[in-house]
């Protein structure tokens, strides 16, 4: 199960605090993307990113942010705007390799804000 | 606006027996679907796309304009199906929409 890797898998915050959570991908992808996802609720797109340098807001991207300095790495904060940011996040990347018709995810990263 | 509908959370069914998770949706381009599946302390991965038009794992799903709709069947449920699926929608610029999701459990 390579090619892409969340880190850590759990987290505690501390409620006002910022934290980053990590995705990295060797699989030459093109485009990333985090979701958010909660029960019940399914998956929510957070960012995504389709090139170096470049990304979007996704439904929810209020109280996040991401950068996308390197094509392997896409990371993202959750700053302590972020009302509700306990939950499970999914990093997820797409390329060229599968005619970019196939996302590959994380195996994720669960949050939970003390 | 996109949208993908799951209306089912929750569906149980008895080994051997036919099953259909549901998914309809809202697009105003021609949309492209996937089922994504999540067995069991196991990634989140792509079972099957509708351009594809191939069964995996006994698997089927029809895509059907009319009616929005985009079912996955299977004729003959496996105690191995037992798992959490999406029903995605690939909109512009490589965005997916996901659906809420349907956990299937089947008895043996």
């Known amino acids: 199960d390579g090619g892409i890797t969340q880190s850590p898998k759990y987290l505690f915050r501390k409620e006002g605090q910022n934290v980053t959570l990590s995705c ?12 958010r996802q909660d029960p019940g609720q399914g998956l929510r797109l957070i960012y995504y990113s389709q090139i170096v340098n470049d990304f979007q807001k996704g439904d929810i991207a209020e109280g996040y942010s ?9 990371p993202l904060t959750v700053t302590s ?6 939950a499970f996040y999914l ?24 | 606006a996109q949208r993908v509908t799951q209306p089912e959370k929750l569906l149980s069914v008895f080994k051997g027996a036919p099953v259909e998770l549901k998914c309809n949706y809202s ?8 089922w994504y599946v999540q067995y069991s302390r196991q990634r989140l ?22 009616e929005t709709s985009f079912h996955l069947k299977k ?7 037992s798992a959490m699926y999406y029903c995605a ?9 996901f659906g809420t999701g349907t956990s299937l459990t089947v008895i043996p």
């Open chain 1, 66 to 74: 991401v950068s996308r300095e390197k094509k392997e790495s896409f």
């Open chain 1, 81 to 86: 705007a972020q009302k509700n940011p306990t």
């Open chain 2, 45 to 66: 991965q792509l079972l099957l796309r509708h351009i594809s038009r191939e069964s995996i794992k006994g698997f089927t799903a029809d895509l059907n304009k009319g």
């Open chain 2, 75 to 81: 004729p003959f449920a496996q105690e191995e199906d």
């Open chain 2, 89 to 97: 929608l690939r909109g512009a610029g490589n965005q997916f929409y």
């Open chain 1, 24 to 35: 990295e991908q060797n699989l030459n992808h093109d485009a990333m993307y985090w979701y």
């Open chain 2, 27 to 34: 697009y105003s381009g021609s949309p492209e679907l996937f």
């Open chain 1, 91 to 114: 990093c997820a990347s797409i390329g060229r390799d599968r005619g970019y018709n196939e996302q590959f995810f994380g195996p994720g990263t669960r949050l939970t804000v003390l």
